[in-house]
Nanobody, 118 residues
Framework: VQLQASGGGLVQAGGSLRLSCAAS????????MGWFRQAPGKEREFVAA????????DYADSVKGRFTISRDKTLYTVDLQMNSLKPEDTAVYYC????????????WGQGTLVTVSS
């Protein structure tokens, strides 16, 4: 299983970042791929997911209207466009495959750090 996340970094509040996850063809074809995050001292939480067939999406309430998940079937990538970032979005973001509901996933990438300064 290959999940390689990139695009994290430091951004000021109100700014934008785009995370990208490169997956193997087999991993990309899993039912749902998505992103989770874990902030310092907090539990891991669901951010967004996208279904392979049909492309339907799901978002955590905290990011709805600000984040957009998308996929490229030719490049086997899943991206997370993050706009209007807030300090509370600061976390390590994990690309995942085989997402189950909003509680977990079968496969996890290594994580990329997003830091939003106030």
């Amino acid at each position: 299983v290959q999940l390689q996340a990139s695009g994290g970094g430091l951004v000021q509040a109100g700014g934008s970042l785009r995370l990208s996850c490169a997956a193997s063809r087999r991993t990309f074809s899993s039912d749902r791929m998505g992103w989770f995050r874990q902030a310092p001292g907090k539990e891991r939480e669901f951010v967004a997911a996208i279904r392979y067939r049909g492309g339907s999406t799901d978002y955590a309430d905290s990011v709805k209207g600000r984040f957009t998940i998308s996929r490229d079937k030719t490049l086997y990538t899943v991206d997370l466009q993050m706009n209007s970032l807030k300090p509370e979005d600061t976390a390590v973001y994990y690309c995942t495959a085989g997402v189950v509901g909003t509680t977990g996933a079968a496969y996890w990438g290594q994580g990329t750090l997003v830091t939003v300064s106030s």
